[in-house]
C-alpha cells in the first residue's frame, strides 16, 4: 500500500495569516493527489483534486501544488472557518489511503 | 446541486450484519464510481471499498475484504454496503462519496454526511 505522511501534525496560526500543510507519498503517484478540509463532527469538504485544481465553489486562497512523490496545500488569509483538520489522499493505486490528517488550530 | 444521503447505521453486536444505504441526486449516478470511506472515533479518515459507475468492478481494503459487499441499485440512484461478520473495530462513521469519473481511479468530489456503525455487545 502507498503511505502518505502528512507535516506537521498540528499546526498553530492567527486570522489573516498564510500557512503550508505538506503530504509525502512512499511512491510515485503523478498528480492523483486530494486534499481535504474536516471541521469537527462533520464530513470532509473536497478541496482540490488532481493536486493543484480547484473544486467547484473552493475560493482561490486555497491552493496546491506538487508531483511524484511530494506535494502542499497553501492557504492564504486564514478566516475562523478555515481552522479544522485537513488530509491529503492519493487515488493513483488501490487501496486509496489518506495522511495522518493536519489540525490547524487559532494561536 | 448534488446531494448524498447516508443511512442504515446503528448499533450491532459483534458477528452481526448490516447494511448501509447512500442515496444520491443531482447528477447522473450511473456515470459515476462511488466509495465508502470511514472514521473510527478520534481517528483519521479510511477508504473501505469503491465501485464503479456500472456496478461491474469493485474495490476492497484489506481489512473488509471477504465481510463487506458493494453494490449499486442505478435505477434507484442507491449505493450500498452489506457489512457482515461486524467486529468491534469496524465501529466508526460511515462516508458515501462521488468519484468525478465512471471507471479507473478517480478523485473524490461529494461526501454524504455520514452514518454511524457501532459494534457492541
Known amino acids: 500500500d502507498i503511505q502518505m505522511t502528512q507535516s506537521p501534525s498540528s499546526l498553530s496560526a492567527s486570522v489573516g495569516d498564510r500557512v503550508t500543510i505538506t503530504c509525502r507519498a512512499s511512491?510515485?503517484?503523478?498528480?492523483?493527489l486530494a486534499w481535504f478540509r474536516q471541521k469537527p463532527g462533520k464530513a470532509p469538504k473536497s478541496l482540490i483534486y488532481?493536486?493543484?485544481s480547484l473544486q467547484s465553489g473552493v475560493p482561490s486562497k486555497f491552493s496546491g501544488s506538487g508531483s511524484g512523490m511530494d506535494f502542499t496545500l497553501t492557504i492564504s488569509s486564514l478566516q475562523p472557518e478555515d481552522f479544522a483538520t485537513y488530509y491529503c489522499q492519493q487515488y493513483h493505486t488501490y487501496p486509496y489511503t489518506f495522511g495522518q490528517g493536519t489540525k490547524l488550530e487559532i494561536k | 446541486e448534488v446531494q448524498i444521503l447516508d443511512s442504515g447505521g446503528g448499533l450491532v453486536q459483534p458477528g452481526g450484519s448490516l447494511r448501509l444505504s447512500c442515496t444520491a441526486s443531482?447528477?447522473?449516478?450511473?456515470?459515476?464510481?462511488m466509495s465508502w470511506v470511514r472514521q473510527a472515533p478520534g481517528k483519521g479518515l479510511q477508504w473501505v471499498s469503491s465501485i464503479s459507475g456500472s456496478g461491474v468492478t469493485t474495490h476492497y481494503a484489506d481489512s473488509v475484504k471477504g465481510r463487506f459487499t458493494i453494490s449499486r441499485d442505478n435505477s434507484k440512484n442507491t449505493l450500498y454496503l452489506q457489512m457482515n461478520s461486524l467486529r468491534a473495530e469496524d465501529t466508526a462513521v460511515y462516508y458515501c462519496?462521488?468519484?468525478?469519473?465512471?471507471?479507473?481511479?478517480?478523485?473524490?468530489?461529494?461526501w454524504g454526511q455520514g452514518t454511524l456503525v457501532t459494534v457492541s455487545s
Open positions: 511512491q510515485g503517484i503523478a498528480n492523483s
Open positions: 488532481a493536486a493543484f
Open positions: 462519496a462521488k468519484e468525478l469519473y465512471s471507471t479507473g481511479s478517480s478523485a473524490l468530489d461529494y
Open positions: 443531482g447528477f447522473t449516478f450511473s456515470s459515476c464510481a
